[in-house]
């Protein structure tokens, strides 16, 4: 059996495709980055500079789809994306020949998508039990780049999908969350959990003060966590104390700010330790000693 090709009668054009990407990315990648790739070369020969709306118009695919696919060539350091907003993003064409050269005749990105799944197709697996939608290619691609180089448990690369699968871009959510954890210091399953704990003890607990404000419905900004923060860890005030001062603030005065209200619960601190010295004050040197264990032999 044979391929072969007929001499043209008439010329409509050629695109200028590289051999290295027919024989190391394109039998991998899947349709709509193939589609993207190829249309976008094509155009680029007519034209030195063209734009993501012409690729847009041509393919009929929106653009958040054609940014996922630049991004995925990126990922292969196929292209360049220049990504100023969501919307609104640069790209350029890399020469393959110039990557194979530069890299002592050896790909950089040897490491194709094929071994990348096979390196991780049990938690592929384990993420698509998770989910309802099963993980594209361009987003398995994603995940194992982004996890090459770091030592995460599987369990905890499966929360994340778990957590974000309702999001538009799951994928970026998902390797959002796992810099957030890593960041945070979270290594097992044990310490996320931790974790998890205390950020939903956190929330509820400003939850619980922008209800005692008038603000049941609202979520708070990074003014109203900071001060709450500060209420809570540097302050070492009770939950309980802070809704009572609260309450007692707002019968006098009307949507105290935050700035004010930091002023006040302060104040319950310095009223704390001035009652602590107090009654230091009132105590004898005996009842001091038998306090703080006496004097030494």
Same mark, same amino acid.
């Given at each position: 059996?044979?391929?072969?090709?007929?001499?043209?009668?008439?010329?409509?054009?050629?695109?200028?495709?590289?051999?290295?990407?027919?024989?190391?990315?394109?039998?991998?990648?899947?349709?709509?980055?193939?589609?993207?790739?190829?249309?976008?070369?094509?155009?680029?020969?007519?034209?030195?500079?063209?734009?993501?709306?012409?690729?847009?118009?041509?393919?009929?695919?929106?653009?958040?789809?054609?940014?996922?696919?630049?991004?995925?060539?990126?990922?292969?350091?196929?292209?360049?994306?220049?990504?100023?907003?969501?919307?609104?993003?640069?790209?350029?064409?890399?020469?393959?020949?110039?990557?194979?050269?530069?890299?002592?005749?050896?790909?950089?990105?040897?490491?194709?998508?094929?071994?990348?799944?096979?390196?991780?197709?049990?938690?592929?697996?384990?993420?698509?039990?998770?989910?309802?939608?099963?993980?594209?290619?361009?987003?398995?691609?994603?995940?194992?780049?982004?996890?090459?180089?770091? &030592?995460?448990?599987?369990? *905890?690369?499966?929360?994340?999908?778990?957590? /974000?699968? =309702?999001?538009?871009?799951? $994928?970026? !959510?998902?390797?959002?969350?796992?810099?957030?954890?890593?960041?945070?210091?979270?290594?097992?399953?044990?310490?996320?959990?931790?974790?998890?704990?205390?950020?939903?003890?956190?929330?509820?607990?400003?939850?619980?003060?922008?209800?005692?404000?008038?603000?049941?419905?609202?979520?708070?900004?990074?003014?109203?966590?900071?001060?709450?923060?500060?209420?809570?860890?540097?302050?070492?005030?009770?939950?309980?104390?802070?809704?009572?001062?609260?309450?007692?603030?707002?019968?006098?005065?009307?949507?105290?700010?935050?700035?004010?209200?930091?002023?006040?619960?302060?104040?319950?601190?310095? &009223?704390?330790?001035?009652? *602590?010295?107090?009654?230091?004050?009132?105590? /004898?040197? =005996?009842?001091?000693?038998? $306090?703080? !264990?006496?004097?030494?032999?």
């Amino acid at each position: 059996m044979k391929i072969k090709k007929k001499a043209d009668s008439f010329d409509f054009g050629v695109t200028l495709i590289e051999n290295i990407f027919i024989e190391e990315f394109m039998p991998y990648c899947e349709l709509n980055a193939l589609k993207v790739y190829l249309m976008g070369l094509k155009l680029l020969q007519n034209k030195n500079e063209i734009s993501v709306h012409a690729l847009e118009k041509k393919l009929h695919i929106d653009i958040d789809d054609i940014r996922k696919a630049y991004a995925y060539w990126q990922n292969l350091s196929v292209v360049k994306l220049i990504e100023h907003s969501v919307y609104d993003f640069d790209v350029e064409y890399v020469s393959l020949r110039d990557i194979y050269l530069n890299s002592n005749y050896k790909i950089k990105t040897a490491k194709t998508s094929y071994e990348r799944s096979y390196k991780y197709k049990a938690l592929f697996h384990a993420i698509n039990m998770s989910i309802a939608v099963p993980l594209t290619e361009m987003e398995c691609q994603g995940i194992a780049k982004f996890l090459d180089d770091k &030592n995460i448990p599987s369990e *905890i690369v499966v929360r994340a999908f778990t957590t /974000t699968k =309702k999001r538009k871009n799951r $994928l970026y !959510g998902a390797i959002d969350l796992l810099t957030h954890w890593i960041e945070n210091g979270i290594k097992t399953m044990e310490d996320l959990d931790l974790f998890t704990e205390n950020f939903n003890k956190r929330q509820m607990e400003y939850k619980r003060i922008l209800k005692a404000l008038g603000f049941p419905y609202s979520h708070p900004n990074s003014g109203d966590k900071e001060c709450i923060d500060r209420w809570l860890d540097e302050y070492h005030l009770e939950l309980s104390d802070i809704l009572m001062k609260i309450s007692s603030v707002t019968k006098t005065k009307r949507n105290p700010n935050m700035n004010y209200l930091d002023k006040v619960m302060l104040s319950l601190v310095d &009223n704390d330790k001035k009652q *602590i010295k107090s009654s230091y004050d009132d105590m /004898t040197e =005996k009842e001091l000693e038998e $306090l703080f !264990g006496g004097k030494d032999d």
